[in-house]
Structure formats: C-alpha cells, structure tokens
C-alpha cells in the first residue's frame, strides 16, 4: 500500500535502533506506525555522536524492513561524541582524523546501502586554534563554504568508490539564511551532492530560538526545487517544541509545496514522546492524497534570494503569512512581471541594473525597507528615495488617495515602530502611511520608471508588527503584489494563500479564532468549488459578486482550517 501522489519515510537514527531493539519494540514500533501511515521508506542511521553501529545491527534493521516491502536507505549524523545531547557541536574539519573519521563512516555506509542522507547537522561550527589559523583573514562563511565544498568533494569521490551507483543526498536545515555562516553552500553542492533534502519543521513560531513563521516550511521548499527541479527529493520535520497544531502545520506547509516525499524524524520520538503524532499524521496523509490529484504545481510572487545571502533574517516567512503567495528563486527572475526583493538581494552586485532593466521591459518591483536601507544612493538614477535613521510609532493609517489626502483612515491594533523614507513630492506617491503627530511615513511608495514601476514596502523594526498593520493596508499591499496571479485576499494577517497553476488554489487560516474573509479572483463572473470538501455540511460551491473586472468571494474559515477551491 502506497500513496498515490507522495510516498512518506520515517528517519530511525542512531539511538532509535538501539533503544527499540533494547526494549524488544522494533516489530510493535512498527505494526503502530504501518497501522496509521503507509509507510514507502526508511533511513536507517550508521553513525550519530560517536555512536557507529554494528554492520550486525545495520543489516538486521535493512533485512526486517525489506522483508515487509520497504524501500531501505542509509543515513549519517556528522556530529562528534559529546556529554550535551544539545550541544550542537560540529566536526572539526580542519582536523585530519575527523576527516579521515567521516571518510569511514561514509565508506562503511555505503557499503550497506544503495542511498545515503546526510542528516542537517553536517555543518561546520568549530572555532578551534587550528580552524582559527586554517581561516587566516577570510571571513568565517567564505572559510567555511569553501572548507566544505572540499570536503563534500571528498566524501562523493569516497561514496562513489565503494558503490558507484549509490545516490548521496544532502539535507539542508530550515535556517536558509544563514547556511553559508557554517558551510552550507547549495549553489556548489548541488551540483557534487546526486539529490538534497529540503527540512521544513517551523516549530512554535514565537517561544523557540529560531522564531520561524510556519510558511517558511512551504517557502523553503519551494526555494529549492527552483534551485534544480528534480533534484529535491522531499521534505522533512521534527515533532520537538510542536502542539498538536503546530506539527499538523508542518505537515501542510511541506504538503501544500507538492514535496515528493515526506520524512517524518523520527522513530524513537515517534514511538515513545509523541505516539498521538502518529494517527494525526496518518490522517493528514490520506486527506490530502485525495487533494493531490487535482491541484497543479506551485505559482506565486517571484522572489529573488540569491546563493549566500541573508538580510532581514527570515522575512519571507512573516510575507507569506500575510497572504502573498511567494516563488522563490536563487536566480534573478528577469522574465517575471512582478518582482519581490528584500535585503538578500544585495549579494548581487548587479542587483541595480536588474531592477532598471526589469521596469524598462514594462515590469514592476517591489523592494523591501531593509534593501533600499543598503542601496538608498544606488538607486538615484531611478528614484530619489531613501532609508533614514529616523523612527516613530505609528498607530494611525490612511489608504488611497484622494485629491491632496487619503480617502480611508484605519487604527492598528497596537503601536508600530517604523522607519522614515526619505521622497520627492510628485517623483514619488505613497499608496499608504502611518500617520502620527503632524507627519507621514511610507507604508506603501510608487514610483514610475520607464514602463515600469518600483514599489518600496516598509518593514516595521520588529517585523512581527507586520502582522498588526490595518487589513485595508494589507488589502493593498496583496492587490498591488498579484497582478500576475489569479486571485489574491482581503483578509487580516496569518491567512495563507497557495497557487497553483491549473486555477486551484488554497486559503488556511494561521488564526487562533474564526475568520471571514473575501478572496478577490481577477475576473469577473467566476464561481468557486471546493476541492474534495471535508465538511459534508458546508456548501461546496461559492457565488460571489461582480465588479470592476474582479469577482468577490466570503469564505470562512475555523482555526488551522484550509479549503482547496477551484476557480470555474
């Protein structure tokens, strides 16, 4: 038994193996999880913190799933031997004997096992005498990548040596901005590494240390398929510092982004911590089989992040969950009609030109506050905007203009600090501002260059206060952003929006409390159906109204609720 458009894994680490076998719960472990998931494949760990199990041990784990019909791969864990399970210590690999360590575990593996997954710890941490004189004057991300693109060259050449045809796969952990600060560089692994691993787990979105909005977990994994689609086998997630609600998130962000494999990590915390995870994700699994079918693959905002860029840590995910269905690319997307660039876009020297050449075809750009804070002179020779290091607080908004003012005025729920932008009177317009003791600030600017316009959208200090701006502004911001997709929403924040290019599309609710909202799809007298409805009380189909090329929609939606709807 198998899904039919995604198959699913469960990863079994090092300690998981041991700790099943000691407590005689490898057959029942598994009659659970087969019970509730249809399982396709397992990686089984060889090495995990200076534990390397036995060949004995590796080749009873492969026989018992193989003779169930399991797909079987291998899997290795790069981290040393420590007395602090959380330490998150790296190998040193300015040391000759871990190197040599590793090429033995990869070596022994491979010999095993026809795939291998490099678990995400394989980064490099270390700040050890003999790494700090390795480094030299370099920073620590150039010493780092390049330390590991040599490393990652030695470990294929080892794999392929011992088995030829085995397929090495490297996963990437879900902290995309910062990967090049420990080595991680996708544009030069990619191309040594056979296959890559997307991890998707978000976690709590506020009280853990990363702080990750959940629809990083869809962004991240459609961040790299673009990089080389084909290449990325699939996504993965934890259950640690996971509600219920926040693990089934998980599982929707990776299955909303069409991942062709889902791991669950893993089957110790599976087994023993977190048992009720295993029927709810079996659940999830067999609705969502039946969506599959009928949604197409993933369309959206073009977004550039360049290789090795960060800026404005992780400010894709706080977009997302304003409703702006993101695409990213690790490529300029000079095709695209509509493009968003934040703070990562500076890593491209060339990044100006792009932007003038892209308003000069007829497109639009919308750049972000932290981005035009690097560039503000750079782009003179197309506006006169700049980035200031003036704030205030700003509670008070308006929208859209009318004659010399705003037609609407709107409250925020709290207090927002902002930054200043420096504009020109009549070079540029603001399309919405905060407004607080006699003076404006930039919400929203336009200015139009050549047959193009360039938008800048200002990124409050705590960018978490996005999610507080008034929805009159939020409304603007989404309509001015999705002149290239067919639909886009009026709504609050922490309402979700993924597009798919066959005129499906799904709205999930991030909220804590029941919502209505309206989804806008750009054309008029369109009708919406709803795509394998789970609520047999709930009509299936949705009239709107017609007006001003548009037709409108009133969806409601219950909290972590999603509804996959088809425009007709």
Known sequence: MSYKNFSTAIFYNAFDILKLKEDNAFESSFEFFSKHIKIGKVYLETYRSGIFL???NMLFCKEFFKEKGIKVSGAITTTPKTNNTWDFSSFCYSNPEQRRQLKEVVAYTASIFDEIILDDFYFTNCKCDSCIEAKGSKSWADFRTQLLAEVSSEIMSTAKAVNPNINMIIKYPNWYDHHQFTGYTPKAQANLFDSFYTGTETRDSQYTQQVLQRYIGYFIMRYFENINPGKNLGGWFDSFDCTLDTYVEQLYMTLFSKAK???LFCAGLLAYDYKLYVPLAGFVF???DKLMGHIGEPVGISCYKPFNSDGEDFIHGYLGMLGLPLEPYSEYPAESRFILLTESAKKDSDIVDKIKKSLCDGNSVMITTGL?????????????????DKKSIVKEFAVHMMYCAFKDYYYSEKEILMPHIDFKTND??????????SNNHAVLLQNKYSKGKLYVLTIPDNPGDLYS???AVLNLIRETASINLPVHLEAPSNIGLFVYDNNTFIVESFRKTNVEFTVVVHKEDQRLSQIEPSNCHIEPQFDGISRN???YFKISLQPGEYKALRIE
Not at 428 to 437: D, E, N, P, R
């Open 54 to 56: 036995s060949e004995e």
């Open 261 to 263: 494999e889902i791991t």
């Open 286 to 288: 067999e609705q969502f």
């Open 372 to 388: 035009l804070r690097v560039l503000n002179e750079q782009l003179s020779d197309i506006a006169v905007i700049n980035y200031t």
């Open 428 to 437: 540029s317009w603001q399309m919405a501002v905060g407004i607080h003791t």
């Open 469 to 471: 701006y008034p929805e």
């Open 549 to 551: 090329g548009n037709t």
